[in-house]
């Protein structure tokens, strides 16, 4: 099903000066390009009113005088005026394409700039889709508006005023029968405007379901594929594409009706001009010169009438597109963000010293559950929530993630976590890498709270390996390096001690090798293995793993868990185990249910126990030699948990 299309569908108002205000803003700096437009603009209007000048002259002077050679010299003056002409306009294109396309580099950085340092929760809430759009539609539409909208409209105003000055100067009987029309002009401009905003708001509003559909479809494509979906696929796509033909085909049958009702109205001015010009010219009171001149200004003076409608609705689009883009730009950042200038002597620090993690009773729930509004604001209505180590009891009706979690993990430790899906496992490690607050307790690290450490520093001694590995397409040693200074020596002893090696070597290319997109010219395993080769070359303090062996065969598993074990010598380390075979040595696991640790102590003291995690543990010996799924083990455990209860943290061993 298509995401919804949310505010995309706002038609905005068509002038808003604090808009505009911040708009030039971006155009400040390309001011030189702005004043070369006008000035361009300003000679091309003037130009335009020599021709019906010079017209005016040969018909008046040089027919009546016979006189060839002021008729020859008046043309080539004409030639040389049509180039100039020609000159100034492509000056004029050229100046203002300059503008729209720096504008929108500038805007284009600083939404990225944006986007990246915004907080994960924002993420969650906003469809990527729409946010694509706001860097490449929204943009494109300010592109419009300062390469043919409002420079484009300050000249076609000045022509206006200028023929219109020209025309009462010359003969203001003539330039009032012109005139004439010019009321109905305004009337049919007024309904084009209303008309085709309806029309524009109806295109974006179906060519975003059409993009929201492809993006579903095509990221989904091994799924329609597998369940033979394609002809029930096709079926829709066509439902949405015609919509949008429809819409496309109502705003050409509305441009279709209004540029013939203004051509009417230029031709119906331009037989008022010739009746009442005709008639003065046989009373001998006006030249046949001056009606000719008159005919090509009344052509020249609507046609930035009809110009001008236009310009009304790109600037109308602008207004809304800007609206949405500098929404953006207003999303408050994420907290903790700015870079510090000793960040590279604290993280030595960290390194050296060993990194210890303490969970001191931390409640969290994500923002868009029972009524949380926001982490932050939460936190700090919660009076020193980031001090307080008693439990605060929490409203009834929020739905918590994590209920008072409380453990330590020290330099040399494992700490493993487990528990069925949506326990809580891995929104302790999001707590910790600082994707979001908890809006009660504390997380320290080496007994500085979080929060008061920059996420700079935090992040840069942290090695995270996830089981759903993210690759960016590019080539090998850019994605194990990320950046960092690392030399290829170190580089190549890192991907060594993982294994991962072998399989660069057999890669075309080796570590040039190109990996596609989220590195799909790879097996998940082969993933798995160079993410555990970014890790090491990290040179963590503290590693955490989210089941990082669940896609390698026996082999490369045994490699990786002989190197995990050289790595994890000395540094913190917490895992997040869905197969509990992996973490049988761990120092203390933590067995997670709705948020709670409902038991924690080594494997054998909970074995010996005979309590939740025992029941896991021997579902799963079980499945092992059964073959049955991983699901039926967390749905046991799961089911497990209503009929066995422990005090919330019950330490075994």
């Known amino acids: 099903m298509a995401a919804p299309v949310a505010d995309d569908d706002a038609v905005g108002k068509a002038y808003d000066a604090r808009l505009v205000r911040r708009l030039l803003q971006y155009v400040r700096p390309y001011r030189a390009l702005v004043v070369a437009a006008l000035a361009l603009i300003v000679v091309e209007a003037g130009m335009q009113l020599v021709g019906p000048l010079l017209t005016r002259w040969v018909i008046d002077r040089a027919f009546p005088a016979h006189d060839a050679g002021l008729v020859v010299r008046v043309a080539l003056l004409y030639a040389t005026l049509l180039i100039a002409q020609f000159g100034a306009a492509y000056g004029e294109t050229l100046c203002t394409s300059l503008l729209g396309q720096r504008v929108m580099r500038d805007l284009r950085a600083e939404l990225f700039a944006r986007l990246q340092r915004l907080p994960i929760a924002y993420f969650d809430r906003t469809p990527v889709g729409r946010l694509m759009t706001r860097v490449t539609s929204d943009v494109e539409a300010l592109n419009e508006l300062f390469t043919s909208g409002v420079v484009a409209g300050l000249g076609d105003l000045f022509t206006l005023a200028a023929i219109s000055l020209v025309m009462v100067t010359i003969d203001w009987r003539l330039a009032l029968a012109s005139f004439v029309v010019i009321p109905f002009v305004f009337l049919a401009s007024r309904v084009f405007q209303q008309r085709v905003r309806t029309v524009y708001r109806d295109i974006r509003v179906r060519i975003a379901k059409v993009n929201a559909f492809l993006n579903e479809r095509l990221s989904g494509v091994r799924i329609v594929q597998l369940f033979g979906r394609e002809r029930a696929e096709i079926k829709r796509f066509d439902g949405l594409n015609n919509t949008h033909l429809d819409a496309q085909l109502t705003s050409i049958t509305v441009y279709a009706f209004y540029f013939p009702v203004i051509e009417f109205l230029t031709t119906l001015a331009l037989a008022s001009l010739v009746v009442a010009g005709g008639f003065r010219v046989a009373q001998q009171a006006l030249t046949v010169g001056t009606v000719a001149a008159f005919l090509q200004l009344v052509r020249r003076f609507f046609q930035p009438l009809q ?347």
């Open 307 to 653: 110009d001008l409608s236009e310009k009304y609705n790109i600037l109308q689009a602008a207004m809304a597109s800007s609206e949405r883009i500098f929404g953006l730009l207003d999303t408050p950042e994420a907290p903790g963000l700015t870079r510090t200038a000793d960040a590279h002597a604290r993280v030595a620090a960290l390194r050296n010293r060993g990194v210890t993690v303490q969970f001191e009773h931390v409640w969290f729930a994500y923002a868009t559950q029972g009524g949380v509004s926001d982490d932050v604001s939460m936190r700090d209505a919660l009076t020193s929530a980031g001090r307080e180590l008693a439990p605060v009891a929490p409203e009834p009706e929020v739905r918590w993630v994590l209920r008072d979690v409380n453990f330590i993990a020290r330099p040399g430790e494992t700490i493993a976590l487990v528990g069925h899906t949506g326990g809580g496992k891995t929104t302790i490690v999001n707590l910790l890498l600082r994707f979001y607050e908890p809006q009660q307790g504390r997380i320290l690290v080496n007994g500085v709270d979080i929060r008061e450490i920059p996420v700079d520093v935090l992040r840069a001694v942290i090695a995270y390996v996830q089981q759903d590995i993210f690759l960016f397409a590019g080539d090998v040693a850019s994605n194990l390096r990320l950046g960092s200074a690392l030399d290829d020596a170190a580089l190549h002893q890192a991907a060594a001690r993982v294994g991962a090696d072998r399989v660069i070597n057999r890669l075309p290319g080796g570590w040039k090798h190109e990996l596609a997109e989220r590195g799909a010219s790879v097996s998940v395993g082969e993933r798995q293995l160079l993410a555990f080769a970014r890790a090491i070359a990290a040179n963590p303090a503290l590693l955490i793993l989210d089941e990082a062996t669940s896609a390698v065969d026996s082999q490369i598993e045994a490699d990786i868990q002989r190197a995990v074990a050289e790595l994890m010598a000395g540094r913190t380390t917490i895992a997040i185990a869905h197969r509990l075979s992996t973490v049988l040595d761990a120092d203390e696991i933590l067995v997670l249910h709705h948020g709670e640790v409902v038991e924690r102590g080594t494997h054998r003291a909970l074995v010996a126990h005979r309590g939740l995690y025992e029941r896991l543990y021997r579902l799963q010996a079980g499945d092992a030699s059964s073959g049955s799924s991983r699901g039926r083990a967390n749905d046991e455990f799961a089911n497990a948990t209503s009929s066995v209860r422990l005090p919330t943290g019950a330490t075994l061993g």
